[in-house]
């Protein structure tokens, strides 16, 4: 276990060396570097798409590519069960579940033409006033030094990620996790009081009652007489 | 790991009862809803009592996460017992309107759990699922009378922009975590006091503020107070403007002065901002209303706008004073709720109006004193309890050098007092609108009678507890 953090570090992307086997460490550097950059720039386009797109079922399209490429992100960051997770829960459950949404929507597309004209110059306000605030953003960014790569999490690469997850969630973060325990319970009750009613007139099958049920009680024997039917 | 427990016990009663009582919900139905609400009461006053035992020393409780102190301890009481007595309402008004079902209880007992988290919150990840915690269970209750398509909506309104909200809140805790390196208060305050505030920490204050502006519904984050207020059954309106209030302005609180300490020139800009705006808006929108429930919405606004201004001081009275604020805001808030839910017609339907209650002084003249004193009590004027409140937060002020600001906020409390007066002017003074229905209720009487005594001059002895109470649970965040 705890061999990993003892060997040789690379000095400029912190890994250790024995995590490089195949390529000296800047080039592996290099990669990693412009796989971030394809990632990143992806999630970005495909975040913008995703409000811009007219169609409602291509926006969920973006949102998929976007989660998909937050997703290696993660991977790059040696973060592979935050990874999987963002694939298998935002991707095979959330997405899935906002196509089906959107495509049970009635979306009138010439009604949502018409009013572009109408919040065009709105919209053009909005854009100016982000647009400067994004380049104060980086003239700021460009100015004060960020440093957050520094203060990036340790992790022991030689413990797996599922792993040293599972053991700060019991430890340092049990509280949290019990009480995020009570929120899933308050969704679920919400749930049920929102949606839940009794209805009358049903006929709900009830097992006890039909397998206390005895012969004698359902069956009645009679003797009719020739040609008279049976009066039940 | 089992001294953490020990804390935490305040929360461990009460999530064990809502459990439970969601076994006696399962098995026994709607009939047991009355039983539940009563054994909640007990649940709460049993958290209550434990909180100053458990918390007298303070401690911290698993790695930071959790801060029992005799500040988290004074804002727990407060929670506990508003939301007892908010709880209390619901018995008798869902009985005749809609049905009263035994999850109601059980979701306000998990809401005053995330409530005391947020008041004990270390950490912004403690800060959050409480929040979530809390808010979820009041979205559910806002559309708790879910026949009516007023309350429905409401629902809807509240959980979409309680939503948005939490989205700009977790966007502003990751970039305070992102830039601070840490996600804990005690962590973010060493940060900054090391290395200075750098623009990144800047911007997530900015949103985390935001976020929890939402929360206490200060302005320009109070969009939704007056629909959700109007819309969601009366009881609950009554719980939202009691014990959430007092959580989320705890939870403020103690983000500003533990976490944000040492930015107190940053945060004092915004918090300044969102006082002078919402006193100014809750009182200028007020003045239009006709629906009862939507002007105390804009008197919540207006009220908070007022704790904001002994919390923009920054210094223990200031603390101590928005403290001894929402105390008071919490009796007079809760005494004026129950006379609004006496408010029903000849026919036993509730109205809402303000006209209704015309000429309240001569058909039903307890219940109009009793509304009196509460007005003129949230209007500030002296000889009653809601003086003192507003007092000690100019006083905080004043001493911590923003003079004008409490200067600005006496001008607009006279704003304030404008619609406060109306109501007594409408119940004294205007012809008689028809009487409402006379029924007993005996809770209902006690809970009024109570409130009354308490912003009545004989509030007075109330006073130095209080505010010695206060004063040392400010001392805790410093």
Same mark, same amino acid.
């Given at each position: ?39 990143? #720039? ?128 019991? #430890? ?46 359902? #069956? ?13 | 790991? =089992?001294? !953490? ?52 020393? =303070? ?53 005053? +759990? ?51 909200? $939490? ?13 601070? =390196? $840490?996600? $804990? ?12 505030? !750098? ?8 949103? +985390? ?68 705006? $919402?006193?100014?808006?809750? =009182? ?15 008197? !919540? ?27 008071v ?28 209650? !015309? ?23 002296p000889p009653l309890m809601?003086f003192w409140?507003?007092?000690? +937060? ?48 005996? +809770? ?9 005594l308490f912003v009545s001059p004989l509030g007075w002895f109330a006073l130095e507890p209080l505010g ?11």
């Open positions: 276990m705890g061999a990993g953090l003892g060997r040789e570090h690379c000095r400029r992307c912190a890994l250790p060396l024995s995590r490089q086997p195949n390529l000296k460490g800047h080039d592996r550097n290099v990669i990693q570097t412009f796989t971030f950059y394809l990632f990143a #720039t992806i999630v970005i386009a495909s975040g913008a798409l995703t409000i811009l797109s007219r169609n409602p079922v291509h926006s969920v399209l973006w949102l998929i590519l976007a989660f998909f490429n937050a997703a290696g992100l993660m991977l790059i960051l040696g973060a592979e069960f935050i990874a999987m997770l963002l694939v298998i829960v935002y991707v095979g459950a959330v997405a899935v579940l906002f196509l089906f949404v959107v495509m049970m929507l009635d979306v009138d597309f010439a009604e949502m033409r018409a009013g572009f004209a109408r919040y065009a110059g709105f919209g053009a306000l909005m854009a100016v006033v982000l647009l400067a605030e994004m380049i104060f953003a980086v003239a700021a960014w460009n100015a004060g030094g960020v440093s957050v790569a520094s203060k990036a999490a340790p992790v022991d690469p030689s413990v797996p990620n599922i792993e040293a997850l599972g053991t700060v969630l019991f #430890t340092r973060y049990l509280y949290i996790f019990e009480a995020a325990g009570l929120v899933l319970l308050v969704a679920m009750i919400g749930a049920i009081v929102l949606t839940h009613r009794t209805r009358s007139g049903l006929r709900p099958q009830n097992p006890s009652e039909q397998n206390r049920r005895r012969p004698e009680e359902a #069956t009645r024997n009679m003797n009719p007489g020739i040609g008279q039917g049976v009066e039940l | 790991m =089992g001294y !953490s427990l020990v804390l935490t016990l305040p929360e461990i009663i009460l999530s064990a009862s809502a459990i439970a009582l969601l076994m006696v919900a399962a098995f026994a139905g709607d009939k047991a809803a009355r039983l539940s609400t009563w054994l909640a009461v007990l649940a709460f006053i049993g958290a209550a009592l434990v909180v100053p035992g458990v918390t007298g020393p =303070g401690g911290i409780a698993f790695n930071g996460l959790f801060v029992a102190d005799s500040f988290a301890a004074f804002a727990k009481i407060l929670i506990y017992v508003a939301a007892a007595i908010a709880m209390l309402s619901a018995m008798s008004w869902f009985a005749r309107d809609g049905v009263y079902r035994t999850e109601y209880p059980v979701l306000i007992l998990l809401s005053s +759990v995330g409530m005391g988290m947020m008041a004990s919150a270390g950490d912004l990840i403690t800060l959050y699922v409480g929040l979530e915690l809390q808010s979820l269970a009041a979205y559910v209750l806002a559309s708790f009378q879910r026949k009516d398509s007023r309350s429905a909506e409401a629902g809807l309104k509240y959980f979409v922009l309680g939503a948005l909200a $939490s989205g700009i809140l977790l966007y502003g805790v990751s970039l305070l975590y992102g830039f601070s =390196g $840490s996600t $804990s208060f005690e962590g973010i305050a060493a940060a900054i006091a090391t290395d200075g505030i !750098s623009t990144g920490e800047l911007f997530g204050i900015v949103f +985390v503020l935001a976020g929890l502006a939402f929360k206490v519904s200060a302005v320009p984050f109070h969009m939704w107070t007056p629909d959700v207020y109007e819309g969601a059954p009366t009881p609950v309106t009554a719980f939202f403007a009691s014990a959430p209030k007092v959580a989320a302005m705890a939870l403020l609180t103690r983000v500003t002065i533990e976490a944000l300490g040492a930015a107190t020139f940053e945060w004092r800009q915004i918090v300044i901002f969102m006082a002078l705006a $919402s006193t100014i808006l809750g =009182g200028v929108a007020a003045i239009g209303q006709q629906n009862i429930k939507r002007l105390l919405a804009y008197s !919540s606004i207006n009220n908070v706008g007022f704790a904001l201004i002994g919390l923009a001081a920054g210094t223990p009275e200031g603390v101590a004073s928005v403290l001894f604020y929402m105390t805001y919490v009796v007079m808030t809760l005494g004026t709720f129950f006379v609004v839910l006496r408010m029903r017609d000849e026919a036993g339907q509730p109205v809402e109006t303000i006209v209704s209650l !015309s000429g309240l002084s001569r058909t039903r003249p307890a219940l109009a004193a009793a509304m009196a004193m509460f007005m003129f009590s949230i209007a500030g004027i809601g409140p507003k007092f000690y +937060v100019f006083e905080a002020a004043v001493a911590a050098n923003l003079t004008w600001l409490a200067a600005v906020g006496i001008a607009t409390s006279v704003i304030g007092a404008f619609y406060y007066l109306r109501i007594i002017k409408v119940m004294y003074f205007d012809d008689p609108a028809p009487a409402f229905e006379a029924r007993r209720d005996l +809770v209902s009487s006690a809970v009024i009678l109570a409130a009354a010695t109470a206060s004063l040392n649970a400010a001392g805790a965040l410093f």
